[in-house]
T-cell receptor
Framework: AQTVTQSQPEMSVQEAETVTLSCTYDTSENNYYLFWYKQPPSRQMILVIRQEAYKQQNATENRFSVNFQKAAKSFSLKISDSQLGDTAMYFCAFMGYSGAGSYQLTFGKGTKLSVIP | ETGVTQTPRHLVMGMTNKKSLKCEQHLGHNAMYWYKQSAKKPLELMFVYSLEERVENNSVPSRFSPECPNSSHLFLHLHTLQPEDSALYLC???????????????FGEGSWLTVV
């Protein structure tokens, strides 16, 4: 079974600064997908960025980028030029074959990020 | 506006009540999901439907009964729940399920359930 670990329950960052959220996962699969989701106080889960394991190039979406280290099974999220609207819970998620004919998304426990004015 | 809509957003029910949560997706997806989000626990996948057929039931108690009448709608029927079932229930959808192409899963805003 896959597991996803987010070791930082809470973090804070000054507005306009850069912050990195860590995520590690455990799997025996070679083909899988990794995601970062953001859940603001409204509670809707919003996709931030995704990474295919077969791609060596790190994914980037505007101010959000990842550092994907496949051998180390690490998938950290870097937020540049932090904005107040980035305040949210951030979940790292792993998608791999569940063995039941489908691909299942496994989430970490989340990191609560607060952006300070 | 989200492509996945959930109603009601908030629900309070007694342990003997019967209620339902509704989810509708406007994205033309073929797969739909129910997740449970409790305090201090990771999101838990409850059910997976693909083309209106249930493909996964992650050991969910029978007091939760899903229904998928078509690929756009998903229900979660609730009866004789317990207080520990109080949580945020999230519906989600993705283009499809079995190709393993890493389809992105899109979530609704969730339904807050309180069992008293």
């Amino acid at each position: 079974a896959q597991t996803v670990t987010q070791s930082q329950p809470e973090m804070s960052v000054q507005e306009a600064e850069t912050v990195t959220l860590s995520c590690t996962y455990d799997t025996s699969e070679n083909n899988y997908y990794l995601f970062w989701y953001k859940q603001p106080p409204s509670r809707q889960m919003i996709l931030v960025i995704r990474q295919e394991a077969y791609k060596q190039q790190n994914a980037t979406e505007n101010r959000f980028s990842v550092n994907f280290q496949k051998a180390a099974k690490s998938f950290s999220l870097k937020i540049s030029d932090s904005q107040l609207g980035d305040t949210a819970m951030y979940f790292c998620a792993f998608m791999g074959y569940s063995g039941a004919g489908s691909y299942q998304l496994t989430f970490g426990k989340g990191t609560k990020l607060s952006v300070i004015p | 506006e989200t492509g996945v809509t959930q109603t009601p957003r908030h629900l309070v029910m007694g342990m003997t009540n019967k209620k339902s949560l509704k989810c509708e997706q406007h994205l033309g997806h073929n797969a739909m999901y129910w997740y449970k989000q409790s305090a201090k626990k990771p999101l838990e996948l409850m059910f997976v439907y693909s083309l209106e057929e249930r493909v996964e039931n992650n050991s969910v108690p029978s007091r939760f009964s899903p229904e998928c009448p078509n690929s756009s709608h998903l229900f979660l029927h609730l009866h004789t729940l317990q207080p520990e079932d109080s949580a945020l229930y999230l519906c989600a959808s993705s283009q499809d399920l079995e190709t393993g192409s890493g389809n992105t899963i899109y979530f609704g805003e969730g339904s807050w359930l309180t069992v008293v």
